[in-house]
């Protein structure tokens, strides 16, 4: 069994930034792959990066040169740093390992 923890989040103006991060507490392996997902109410949960087990990363079209995703594994924990803030980068943010899903986070970007 996983657990996982989110923080960060809240409300910004747009272009503004804000860090979101997730601890895992249970077993999880250096290699397994970290995704950040997010969801507006209404519509389908969307990936929007993932950090693979030797490092690599991949962003959503949308996100790309503005969103950083990293991870520390020597303390289980992800982050998101997302700057440039748009109002459509609003939604709940997801963290996910394996089959497991952080609590979700509210991200709220004012224009």
């Known amino acids: 069994q996983v657990q996982l923890v989110e923080s960060g989040g809240g409300l910004v103006q747009a272009g503004g930034s804000l860090s979101l991060s997730c601890t895992a507490y249970?077993?999880?392996?250096?290699?397994d792959t970290w995704e950040w997902h997010r969801q507006v109410q209404g519509k389908q949960r969307e990936l929007v990066?993932?950090?693979?087990?030797?490092?690599?990363?991949h962003y959503t079209n949308s996100v790309k040169g503005r969103f950083t995703i990293s991870r520390v594994d020597a303390k289980n924990t992800v982050t998101l740093q997302m700057n440039s803030l748009k109002p459509e980068d609003t939604a709940i943010y997801y963290c996910?390992?394996?089959?497991?899903w952080g609590q979700g986070t509210q991200v709220t970007v004012s224009s």
């Open positions: 249970g077993d999880i392996s250096r290699f």
């Open positions: 996910y390992i394996r089959c497991y």
């Open positions: 990066a993932s950090v693979g087990g030797r490092g690599p990363t």
